[in-house]
């Protein structure tokens, strides 16, 4: 019999079958034929230490050991209460306030919560939804999926079921690009926000990096440009670092880069290394103590059962403690010298003609193809050759574990390349 396992973004009637997974060891996975396979994507980028992380893995025995699970309804305890203090310390300063949840999606919902409740509480209720961007993904749950990008997104189907908010274009400027050559894009976000300040309560973004809407990139000049403008506007600046957090970008957070305080910051992802799904919503205390009041309208009212969980909370500290001795982000500029060099340096696979860019910030890397049809079949193509590289749409990419070696790493790029440019080569 077929297994009765639903995957997720699978066609199932072309789906090819799912290869089994039996353990894994820092950035390979095993499969039960006996391939190892060099995990380019560290498993939607969350597994950030490789598989089977010994510290990781002791913490999590020890919690279990101690203590699985407890609500965080009315109760508490100490890993939630130390990573909560963690979080406030690692990220930008302000942000001192952390609300847990269970996944990345949730955490978005929670932050969208707060911000019609933050304006609701001041007396701007019409302030109730959000401006989002063009190329946006922010999770696949109902609220989350009416704030992707409505059109190159995968949610088009839902539009008739979601609330409607408000879109601005996709920043076009890109990483290195100067404060000049974002003024168009800032001024394209001026543009709505002047048309609808008065309804719009967040500006959601994904900071430097729109992840699983095709790896734009854009420029810090940008986020600081955003702050600026949510400020004048009376519009909370939220950043979903889902997917940038923890070192992606080359730096602990992608706010870092433009030394830019958020209102509101979502993690996940690489929080727990990837070891146990969980989620943080940090606030600010101007977000905070807009919740402070005598009303029972003052309580936020949500709560999901896993909030806290003491497993995760724990690893999430371990992960962090791992992140900061072992020298990660000395280890991601590394890792980002050789994608530069391999890749983003490469004249011919640049100038290959179904190449439409090649794009490198911090530990990540993404060709861009002009059309889908270009990358059939590389997926096959890297497996034959050990490595598991998951494109999606028009971008080949790799987001690699932190502790993948340079060896490593350039047998990734090595596969990526000689996909394009020589496919007979090793
Ligand atoms: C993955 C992702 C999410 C959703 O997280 P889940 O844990 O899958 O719900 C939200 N925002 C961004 C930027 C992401 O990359």
């Known amino acids: 019999m077929t297994s009765p396992v639903w995957h997720p973004y699978a066609h199932l009637k072309t789906q090819a079958p799912a290869p089994k997974v039996v353990g894994g060891d820092g950035p390979r996975f095993t499969l039960d034929t006996g391939e190892s396979l060099l995990d380019a994507t560290c498993s939607w980028w969350c597994m950030i230490h490789g598989y089977r992380h010994p510290r990781l893995v002791r913490a999590i025995q020890q919690q279990a050991d101690e203590l ?15 990573l909560a203090r963690e979080l406030v310390r690692v990220t930008p300063a302000g942000l001192n306030h952390v609300f847990f949840s269970d996944s990345g999606s949730v955490g978005m919902e929670v932050a969208m919560k707060m911000a019609v409740q933050y304006h609701h509480l001041r007396g701007k209720p019409a302030k109730r939804r959000m401006l ?19 059109e190159e997104g995968m949610h088009s189907l839902f539009a008739g079921f979601l609330p409607q908010h408000h879109f601005a274009p996709a920043p076009t400027a890109g990483f290195e690009a100067s404060r000049e050559e974002v003024q168009a894009d800032l001024d394209a976000l001026r543009a709505v926000l002047e048309a609808h300040h008065e309804e719009i309560g967040a500006l959601l973004m994904e900071p430097l990096l729109q992840a699983a809407g095709g790896l734009n990139m854009t420029s810090p000049h940008y986020l600081r440009g955003a702050r600026e403008l949510c400020d004048e506007f009376d519009v909370l600046l939220v950043f979903d670092e889902v997917a940038t957090g923890f070192g992606r970008t080359g730096r602990m957070f992608a706010a870092d880069h433009a030394d830019v305080t958020p209102d509101i910051m979502v993690l996940s992802k690489g929080l727990t290394g990837g070891y146990l799904g969980h989620a943080a919503t940090l606030a600010t205390d101007r977000v905070h103590s807009a919740f402070i009041g005598d009303s029972p309208e003052h309580a936020f009212m949500h709560g999901p059962t896993f909030m806290g969980n003491p497993l995760a ?45 090649v794009r490198v910030l911090g530990a990540t890397a993404v060709i861009e193809v002009h059309d889908a049809a270009a990358l059939a079949g590389v997926a096959d193509f890297a497996r034959e050759r050990g490595v598991w590289l998951r494109p999606f749409g028009r971008w080949l990419y790799t987001m690699p574990a932190y502790v993948t070696s340079t060896h490593d790493l350039r ?13 007979r080569a090793p």
């Not at 047998?411 to 496919?423: G, Q, S």
């Open 313 to 357: 909370c724990r690893v999430a500290l371990e992960s962090l403690a791992v992140f900061e001795e072992d020298d990660y982000l000395g280890r991601i500029q590394t890792l980002n010298g050789v994608l530069r060099e391999e890749l983003r340096d490469d004249a011919a696979l640049r100038a290959h003609p179904a190449v439409a860019d």
């Open 411 to 423: 047998r990734i790029t090595e596969v990526m390349k000689h996909w394009f440019i020589d496919r």
């Open 132 to 150: 989002t961007l063009m190329k946006a993904y922010h999770g696949d749950t109902a609220g989350c999926m009416a704030v992707c990008d409505p």
């Open 68 to 82: 699985c699970h407890v609500m965080l309804g009315g109760l508490t305890h100490a890993p939630a209460d130390r």
